[in-house]
């Protein structure tokens, strides 16, 4: 969630807007320093800090500052165990914020900020009772006192080859998580007239070119309507270092893709490392939107863990088209 955009618009849309951030974890706590929320004067919120009875209480004080007016921010030293009877056990300062019209002109630049696709640091200072926020600066300031927040998110980059009803499913399963989609087809009329801000669909003139151009971070899946076409871009794929390498495909059409791909000189353990049929392992739904979230569920393994385990192996179901 981009905290900052989502923050000025609901104190642009409803006038005002509180921030909801875990400030300090000790123990176990169902989430981490960072997790945040964003709360409108009607109780609509956006992000979690873990659900429960915890976010519910900070939920009733965020509403309870939000009636009082834009005033200090405020600190809650939570015990999750005894006063909530949250199985957690551990202890949480929560940080609460609220913000109206007033602050727009420093929410700007955070928003900007955010708006890059990058991850950026905070110094942070309470003044006044509110919380004051500057970029970090690279050099350092030893007259600061205060704490640092992180924010912003890296996206994962993913290349998709395909618009067809799995490529549609996939991109739909992706768009509220942390990837950007370059969606790629070499037909005119084959994408949706509306796509996710995460995703951008490009008409495809040169695959080959497409692989070669890619982030060496990428992941790469291929499900075009044309198996000549995924032949081609799967081996390019191949012969670069790609994290994730996924081929929509039956066992036979693995086994014939092999075969072409020794002959190209792909070393085996390469050949080996395709991902053919994409999916979690045993689940065999050839449903779109169940093949897109299986998928969805691997490629947050690869993102999490940098590559998939060396011990998996491709399920044995078919998800060819």
């Not at 919120?45 to 209480?57: D, K």
């Not at 929560?94 to 110094?123: N, Q, Y």
């Not at 075969?259 to 065999?284: H, N």
Request: hydrophobic share 45%.
């Amino acid at each position: 969630m981009r905290v900052w955009r989502q923050l000025a618009d609901f104190v642009q849309r409803h006038g005002a807007a509180a921030l909801i951030s875990v400030h300090d974890v000790k123990g176990s706590a169902p989430r981490e320093i960072g997790a945040r929320m964003v709360v409108r004067p009607d109780g609509a919120f956006h992000g979690t800090i873990g659900g429960g009875q915890l976010e519910f209480r900070m939920l009733d004080i965020a509403r309870e500052m939000l009636g009082a007016g834009r005033g200090p921010a405020r600190i809650v030293d939570q015990a999750l165990g005894p006063d909530l009877g949250q199985c957690c056990g551990g202890r949480v300062k929560i940080l609460i914020e609220t913000f109206d019209s007033r602050d727009m002109v420093d929410l700007t630049p955070l928003v900007k900020a955010e708006a890059e696709g990058r991850l950026f640091e905070l110094e942070c200072r309470m003044e006044d009772g509110r919380v004051r926020r500057d970029f970090a600066s690279a050099v350092g300031d030893d007259r600061w006192t205060g704490w640092r927040e992180t924010h912003g998110e890296v996206r994962t980059p993913v290349l998709l080859f395909g618009a067809g009803h799995v490529g549609r499913a996939l991109v739909l399963s992706l768009a509220p998580l942390p990837f950007a989609v370059r969606w790629l087809d070499d037909r005119d009329d084959a994408f949706p007239a509306h796509l996710p801000p995460n995703a951008k669909a490009v008409r495809m003139w040169d695959p080959e070119a497409e692989i070669a151009e890619a982030k060496s971070d990428s992941l790469i899946l291929v499900m075009t309507h044309d198996h000549p076409l995924d032949m081609a871009i799967t081996a390019a794929a191949l012969k670069r270092d790609f994290p994730y390498v996924g081929l929509i495909g039956s066992a036979t059409k693995r086994a014939r893709f092999e075969k072409r791909f020794r002959e190209l000189g792909i070393p085996e353990a390469t050949i080996r490392s395709l991902v053919c049929p994409i999916g979690l392992p045993g689940i065999g739904d050839k449903d779109p939107a169940i093949i897109a979230a299986s998928v969805t569920a691997q490629l947050l393994q690869v993102r999490e863990h940098g590559r998939l385990s060396q011990n998996f192996s491709p399920p044995a179901a078919s998800n060819d088209t």
